[in-house]
């Protein structure tokens, strides 16, 4: 079965920063677009980043230039490094991973969430 653990979140003070870690396993790493989304309370869940396996990673306005999405192939692993976090920022950050399967079927998974807090 495919599996995505995510790890890396926490309380952190304004303008500090943390890394998100998604560990995949399940799959062929290397063929999937991997991507990070948020949802805070009350709120319906975004894209914030974003990893195609065949092209550059994208990012959401609001955290252009503070956030950096990256991967490893040799771990399977997808990262979200967040710098300068700010009171907005606080929500559930998930990883998703999809993976064709031929040029019609994809096969979408997501990971548990971690939490991101903001205070100080």
């Known amino acids: 079965q495919v599996h995505l653990v995510e790890s890396g979140g926490g309380l952190v003070q304004p303008g500090g920063s943390l890394r998100l870690s998604c560990e995949t396993s399940?799959?062929?790493?290397?063929?999937?677009?991997m991507s990070w989304h948020r949802q805070a309370p009350g709120k319906e869940r975004e894209l914030v980043a974003g990893?195609?396996?065949?092209?550059?990673?994208h990012y959401a306005d609001s955290v252009k230039g503070r956030f950096i999405i990256s991967t490893d192939n040799a771990k399977d692993t997808v990262y979200l490094q967040m710098n300068d976090l700010k009171p907005e920022d606080p929500a559930v950050y998930y990883c998703?991973?999809?993976?064709?399967?031929?040029?019609?079927?994809?096969?979408?998974?997501w990971g548990q969430g971690t939490q991101v807090t903001v205070s100080s």
């Open positions: 998703k991973s999809e993976w064709p399967q031929g040029r019609f079927v994809v096969l979408d998974y």
């Open positions: 399940g799959t062929i790493f290397e063929r999937n677009d």
């Open positions: 990893i195609p396996a065949d092209g550059g990673a």
